[in-house]
């Protein structure tokens, strides 16, 4: 079975400021792939980055990157140049690489990024 | 770009009445995912259809069932529904090629 791990369920960080959530997971897959979503206020689920697991560099979008360790499987969300708009609950999620398969999230990590 | 619709946004329905909630996924994306978010929880995995198939199963209960018909569209049907299914249940698509999920705006059912 697959597990999803966020250590840290709260975190805040000044606007303008750099902040990195962490996720590890657990897994006996070698092809899988590992992503960040964004839930705002409004419930929505947003796509914020993917990686998979067989790139070793590691995945950018704007101000969001990753670090990817796949020998420690570590898989850590660094947003640079807060927003007021990145105030959100933020999910790893993790899914194997086959077709129609499922995503395992973690528990989340709910960041306030503080004007 | 069009998104994966969901409907309807929000349902009230008494214990041990039926629910059925629709998803319309992204044109060509081929599968379909049915996820269930309790207040304060991450969202946890019932069931996946590929190509109309069923092809993965999470902790979705006996009473609920689900079916990817041929314009893809999936239905979630829910009976003998009881206080703790009210949550928020997600749709998601993706084209199996390139994994990303996309998430439907959520159908929000309260069960009273």
């Known amino acids: 079975a697959q597990t999803v791990t966020q250590s840290q369920p709260e975190m805040s960080v000044q606007e303008a400021e750099t902040v990195t959530l962490s996720c590890t997971y657990d897994?006996?897959?070698?092809?899988?792939?590992l992503f960040w979503y964004k839930q705002p206020p409004s419930r929505q689920m947003i796509l914020v980055i993917r990686q998979e697991a067989y790139k070793q560099q590691n995945a950018t979008e704007n101000r969001f990157s990753v670090n990817f360790q796949k020998a420690a499987k570590s898989f850590s969300l660094k947003i640079s140049d807060s927003q007021l708009g990145d105030t959100a609950m933020y999910f790893c999620?993790?899914?194997?690489?086959?077709?129609?398969?499922?995503?395992?999230f973690g528990t989340g990590t709910s960041l306030t990024v503080i004007p | 770009a069009a998104g994966v619709i969901q409907s309807p946004r929000h349902l009230i329905k008494e214990k041990r009445e039926t629910a059925t909630l629709k998803c319309y996924p992204i044109p060509r994306h081929d599968t379909v995912y049915w996820y269930q978010q309790g207040p304060g929880q991450d969202p946890q995995f019932l069931i996946s259809f590929y190509e109309k198939m069923q092809s993965d199963k999470g902790s979705i209960p006996d009473r609920f069932s689900a079916q990817q018909f041929s314009d893809y569209h999936s239905e979630l049907n829910m009976s003998s529904l009881e206080l703790g299914d009210s949550a928020l249940y997600f749709c998601?698509?993706?084209?199996?090629?390139?994994?990303?999920?996309?998430f439907g705006p959520g159908t929000r059912l309260t069960v009273t």
């Open positions: 999620a993790f899914m194997k690489h086959r077709s129609g398969n499922q995503f395992y």
């Open positions: 998601a698509s993706s084209w199996t090629s390139f994994g990303e999920q996309y």
């Open positions: 897994t006996s897959e070698n092809n899988y792939y």
